[in-house]
Every structure is written in C-alpha cells, then in structure tokens.
C-alpha cells in the first residue's frame, strides 16, 4: 500500500489546506469537522483505518496525547515544521501533534514521507 489514510483534527476547525498537500502527494485526507476535532483523533482514526493522525492545537498535541493514550499509538507532540512532522513519521509514528498550522507543505512532506518510511 502506498496511499497512506490521514486524518486531521485541527481545534479550530481548520486542515484544509494540510489535507489539500495530503491529496496532491498521492494520499488520502479526512479533516475532522468541527471545533475541538483535535479530541476526536484517535476514535476517528480508528473508525477510518487510518495509518497516521495529525492534531492540532494551542498547546501543541492535546490530541496526539488522548489518541495515544486510548490507542497505544507512538506519538510525538509540540512539532512545529514540516521537517520535524517527517522525522516524526520516520520514527516510527503513527499520531503527530503541533500547534496551529495548515499548510499544503506540511501535507506534502508528512505523505512523502510516510512512503519512504513504507517502501
């Protein structure tokens, strides 16, 4: 497989623009709707069979945090470039946290490296 399914959960409702990168790399996005999404990482994740998780938040992580905590998944929290969400992803992780960003790059970079990870 070499589509990842990556899930968005932006506090503020946003991960549109994350998940536009997401598409344009060759993966798949679905941003959580709603504010607080961020909370709803790990269920949805589940819901959706997904092979990564974003959140997103003021503090950095909240819910990276809950999802690991519910899941098991490894996680990182309080990453702040799309490098750093990358090395995440080469690491071993499966839910990554950081604080409030939506940028195609950021999408572009977490897919491209979620198959170099996954070849």
């Known amino acids: 497989m070499n ?15 994350i998940a536009k990168g997401i ?5 798949t996005a679905y941003v959580i709707p ?11 994740m589940q819901e959706k069979e997904a092979d990564l998780g974003l959140s997103f938040c003021g503090s950095g992580g909240a ?8 899941y098991g998944y490894k996680y990182k ?3 702040k470039t799309p ?4 090395q995440c992803i080469k690491d071993g992780c499966k839910v990554i946290g950081g604080p409030f960003m939506d940028s195609e790059e950021l999408g572009r970079a977490v897919v491209k490296a979620w198959k170099e990870a996954n070849e």
């Open 3 to 17: 589509k990842p399914m990556v899930v968005i959960g932006h506090r503020m409702g946003k991960g549109q623009r």
């Open 23 to 27: 598409e344009e790399a060759g993966g």
């Open 34 to 44: 709603g504010m607080l999404a961020d909370m709803k990482l790990g269920d949805v």
């Open 63 to 70: 819910g990276a945090i809950s999802a690991a905590n519910k």
């Open 77 to 79: 929290q309080y990453q």
């Open 83 to 86: 490098a750093a969400f990358a």
